[in-house]
C-alpha cells in the first residue's frame, strides 16, 4: 500500500521570497516519487521525479526536490518564487511494480503575492 | 516520452446519459488508467485499463458504472453510464511505459452533468 499526504493545504509567498511544499510518504516499496503542478484550467506538468538515483533532484523552472528516506519526506522547493508559479501541486507515489499507478495527494495550492 | 490524446475535450450531457471517453497514446505502453478529478480536488484513480481482459478498478468504482474497455497497448475508452450531477468532474486518461518511470497524463475531459 502507499499514500501520500501533502503537509499543506495552501502556501502563500511574496514574489521573490523562497517556496516550500511539504510532503510526506508511504510506501512498501522503494518508492519512485514525483511532483506535478497543474494551472488553471490546464493539464498536468511533469515538474521532478525520484527513482531511486540522486536524492536531490531538480526540475524544470528552478525546482528541485530532496528524498529523505529516514524522514519519509519529499519537499519541493525553489528559491525565488515568481508570479508565473502560482497553481496547484501535487505529490505523488507511484508503484514501481504497475507502471506508472499512481497515488495522488490532496494537492498544495500556492499563491504568490507581488 | 509518450503523447495521450483525449477526446471529448469537455462536454456537457443530460442525466441519465452516458457518454464515452476515447484515449489514444501515440506509442505503446505497458499500462493505462483512468483518473477522475472532482472540482477542486486531487486525482482519484478509477481503474487500470488492462489490454484484453477486464479492468481492474479501485475500491469505490464498479464496471457498471465506469465500463472500460483497452482493444490494443494504444488506445482505451471509458464510459461514464446513468451519469448524475455529480458525475460532473475531469476525467484523466494516463500511461506508464515501465518500472520507476512516470506516468503521462492526457488533457482531461471536463464533463457536467445538467
Known amino acids: 500500500a502507499q499514500s501520500v499526504t501533502q503537509l499543506d493545504s495552501h502556501v502563500s509567498v511574496s514574489e521573490g521570497t523562497p517556496v516550500l511544499l511539504r510532503c510526506n510518504y508511504s510506501?512498501?516499496?522503494?518508492?519512485?516519487l514525483f511532483w506535478y503542478v497543474q494551472h488553471p484550467n490546464k493539464g498536468l506538468q511533469l515538474l521532478l521525479k525520484y527513482t531511486s538515483a540522486a536524492t536531490l533532484v531538480k526540475g524544470i523552472n528552478g525546482f528541485e526536490a530532496e528524498f529523505k528516506k529516514s524522514e519519509t519526506s519529499f519537499h519541493l522547493t525553489k528559491p525565488s518564487a515568481h508570479m508565473s508559479d502560482a497553481a496547484e501541486y501535487f505529490c505523488?507515489?507511484?508503484?514501481?511494480?504497475?507502471?506508472?499507478?499512481?497515488?495522488f495527494g490532496d494537492g498544495t495550492t500556492l499563491t504568490v503575492k507581488p | 516520452s509518450a503523447v495521450i490524446s483525449q477526446k471529448p475535450s469537455r462536454d456537457i450531457c443530460q442525466r441519465g446519459t452516458s457518454l464515452t471517453i476515447q484515449c489514444q497514446v501515440d506509442s505503446q505502453v505497458t499500462m493505462m488508467f483512468w483518473y477522475r478529478q472532482q472540482p477542486g480536488q486531487s486525482l482519484t484513480l478509477i481503474a487500470t485499463a488492462n489490454q484484453g481482459s477486464e479492468a481492474t478498478y479501485e475500491s469505490g468504482f464498479v464496471i457498471d458504472k465506469f465500463p472500460i474497455s483497452r482493444p490494443n497497448l494504444t488506445f482505451s475508452t471509458l464510459t461514464v453510464s446513468n451519469m448524475s450531477p455529480e458525475d460532473s468532474s475531469i476525467y484523466l486518461c494516463?500511461?506508464?511505459?515501465?518500472?520507476?518511470?512516470?506516468?503521462?497524463f492526457g488533457q482531461g475531459t471536463r464533463l457536467t452533468v445538467v
Open positions: 494516463s500511461g506508464g511505459q515501465g518500472q520507476y518511470t512516470e506516468a503521462f
Open positions: 510506501s512498501s516499496y522503494s518508492p519512485s
Open positions: 505523488v507515489v507511484s508503484d514501481p511494480v504497475g507502471a506508472g499507478k499512481s497515488t
